[in-house]
């Protein structure tokens, strides 16, 4: 039987792929953590574990990520299952949830709204995070096949009565039963939002496996928001709309913020950047 050491020093291994990767794939195959594959080089993996583990590096080696690999991903607190059919979760979304958090709590929202729900990461956290507020929350998406993985990671986190998912283009899905007079709505969005050129240059693991309806917008990436500020001018004494936050692409601030004039001239618009330093989410109070 080989051992955990006999995979970290075969050549066919260390030189094709990442170590990173090779040490979660490991772990995984085991069904152990990284600290354990780490200190435990000596372990012996039996014929099925060896099995399991050669057809995960063979799907790393054809570029697949590690998320589809596991069918998981780790997102503020939560982990949630993702598939084919939903983008995988990146760590700067989690700075849209904690702004998102932010200013629900010093506004009195009664209605959450998350715009191009995925997985559900952004809702779900939120949900779960503001589990003694009284809110309506709404996670929406065009992908049906989306919502149901959506649908379950609520359920993981016992919130699958709380969120409802609807399947729909943006706002259309809601109807006037969902909203009262005394509504307050606080919409969430990350919209697929890359321009041909950053999407045509994205690597193989996000092109090749990865919804591209879940990435690209025309307009230079920013197709999808201009017909989400277009519903909501319509819809906004219906559903009096208070805040809006939105991730965006750094290079889009400029366009972006005209686009908001265009629309909403009086509303008030605070950027914020990333861990990185790079403009991503747009706060916008109506
Ligand atoms: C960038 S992904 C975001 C997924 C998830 N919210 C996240 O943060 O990881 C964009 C999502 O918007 C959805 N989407 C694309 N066009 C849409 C539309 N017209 N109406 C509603 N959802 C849409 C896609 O199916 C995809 O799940």
Same mark, same amino acid.
């Given at each position: 039987?080989?051992?955990? &050491? ?22 995984? @195959?085991? /069904?152990? +953590?990284?600290?354990?594959?780490? $200190? ?5 993996? +039996? ?23 596991? @069918? #998981? ?19 700067? +979304? !989690? ?6 958090? /932010? ?6 929202? =009664? ?13 779900? @956290? ?8 009284? %809110? ?17 990671? @609520?359920?993981?986190?016992?919130? =699958?009565? /709380?969120?409802?998912?609807? $399947?729909? *283009? ?7 039963? &969902?909203?009262?007079?005394? $509504? #307050? +709505?606080?919409?969430?969005? *990350?919209?697929?939002?890359?321009? #041909?050129? %950053? ?8 092109? =090749? ?16 928001? #201009?017909?989400?500020?277009?519903? %909501? ?9 208070? =805040?809006?936050?939105? !991730?965006?692409?750094? !290079? ?35």
């Amino acid at each position: 039987m080989p051992s955990v &050491n006999d995979f970290f020093n075969d050549p066919v291994f260390f030189l094709s792929l990442d170590r990173i990767d090779l040490e979660l794939l490991l772990a995984h @195959a085991l /069904k152990k +953590t990284r600290e354990f594959i780490l $200190t435990h080089p000596e372990t012996r993996i +039996t014929k099925k574990q060896e099995i399991f583990l050669l057809k995960s590096i063979a799907r790393r080696k054809k570029h697949e990520s590690i998320a589809h690999i596991f @069918a #998981k991903k780790d997102f503020c607190d939560l982990t949630l299952k993702v598939n084919r059919h939903t983008l995988i979760p990146r760590p700067e +979304t !989690e700075l849209l949830v904690n702004e998102s958090e /932010k200013k629900i709590n010093t506004q009195k929202l =009664n209605m959450v709204i998350d715009i191009g729900t995925g997985s559900g990461n952004i809702i779900i @956290a939120i949900a779960k995070h503001l589990k003694n507020k009284k %809110i309506n929350y709404f996670g929406i998406d065009i992908s049906p096949k989306a919502l149901s993985v959506a649908r379950c990671n @609520a359920k993981k986190y016992n919130l =699958n009565k /709380k969120i409802k998912f609807i $399947t729909g *283009n943006l706002l259309t899905p809601l109807s006037k039963k &969902n909203f009262s007079q005394k $509504t #307050k +709505t606080f919409i969430v969005a *990350n919209l697929p939002y890359l321009s #041909k050129e %950053i999407y045509s240059a994205c690597v193989p693991d996000v092109k =090749n496996y990865e919804p591209k309806s879940a990435l690209y917008s025309s307009q230079e990436g920013l197709y999808h928001y #201009k017909k989400l500020f277009q519903q %909501i001018f319509f819809f906004q004494t219906q559903l009096n709309i208070k =805040n809006i936050l939105i !991730e965006f692409s750094p !290079e889009q601030k400029k366009k972006l913020s005209l686009l908001i004039e265009s629309f909403f001239p009086n509303a008030k618009k605070q950027f914020i950047k990333d861990l990185a330093g790079k403009w991503r989410i747009c706060a916008i109070e109506l």
